[in-house]
């Protein structure tokens, strides 16, 4: 069993930055590739960006390519979504996924899943 708690959410404004953290507890953390999705008011959850076991591979949604970067930092069984120069259509509540000894790339890959983060872009 793995608990994910995300953390790090709030209001930005369009061009600032915003760095989220998802904390797992449980055994086997390096098994797990990692995920971030979102989902905003009136639509369904969509793939954000993931980051396989090592640490090594990322993959991100081409709506966030260039400006989202995801990391993983195994000593903390902790993983990172730096946004650089947010938009207002990033707004959205961000989760974070984990999926057993795969990238989730859907949700349908994911194991364990965080309760979310909200993230407000406005000015």
């Known amino acids: 069993q793995v608990q994910l708690v995300e953390s790090g959410g709030g209001s930005v404004q369009p061009g600032a930055s915003l760095r989220l953290s998802c904390a797992a507890s449980?055994?086997?953390?390096?098994?797990?590739?990692m995920g971030w999705f979102r989902q905003a008011p009136g639509k369904e959850r969509e793939f954000v960006a993931a980051v396989d076991r090592s640490g090594g591979g990322t993959l991100y949604a081409d709506f966030v390519k260039g400006r989202f970067t995801v990391t993983r930092d195994g000593d903390k069984n902790t993983v990172y979504l730096q946004m650089n120069s947010p938009k207002r259509d990033d707004t959205a509540v961000y989760y974070c996924?984990?999926?057993?000894?795969?990238?989730?790339?859907?949700?349908?890959?994911?194991?364990?899943w965080g309760k979310g983060t909200l993230v407000t872009v406005s000015s």
């Open positions: 449980g055994p086997l953390f390096g098994n797990y590739g």
């Open positions: 996924a984990a999926g057993w000894m795969v990238v989730p790339l859907s949700a349908a890959l994911a194991n364990y």
